[in-house]
Nanobody, 116 residues
Framework: QAQLVESGGGLVQAGGSLRLSCAAS????????MGWFRQAPGKEREFVAS????????YYSDSVKGRFTISRDNTKSTVYLQMNSLKPEDTAVYYC?????????WGQGTQVTVSS
């Protein structure tokens, strides 16, 4: 099995920046893509960004496009989410996701709070 460990969440002011990290360990050889989702209280989990492990394709939700950047370090099996120009509506628990050939894995989530 693969395990995902997230870090980098915290409290920031509107307009600030934050960088999330997700380190994958275990059986990651079949990884196809890694990405980020988020969920605010009382709302459904929504897609934020994803990137194929080969780097051929990158996707962003319209709400974060131009502000967030997803990147990877294949050697360290780590994916990052650089978040700039943060808004209060970005407040949520952010979850790292790993898509394999037949299984999906999720991190425990990291809280991001943006104050106005």
């Amino acid at each position: 099995q693969a395990q995902l460990v997230e870090s980098g969440g915290g409290l920031v002011q509107a307009g600030g920046s934050l960088r999330l990290s997700c380190a994958a360990s275990g059986r990651t050889f079949s990884t196809y893509a890694m990405g980020w989702f988020r969920q605010a209280p009382g709302k459904e989990r929504e897609f934020v960004a994803s990137k194929t492990w080969s780097g051929a394709r990158t996707y962003y939700s319209d709400s974060v496009k131009g502000r967030f950047t997803i990147s990877r370090d294949n050697t360290k099996s780590t994916v990052y989410l650089q978040m700039n120009s943060l808004k209060p509506e970005d407040t949520a628990v952010y979850y790292c996701n790993l898509e394999g050939g037949v299984h999906s894995y999720w991190g425990q989530g990291t809280q991001v709070t943006v104050s106005s």
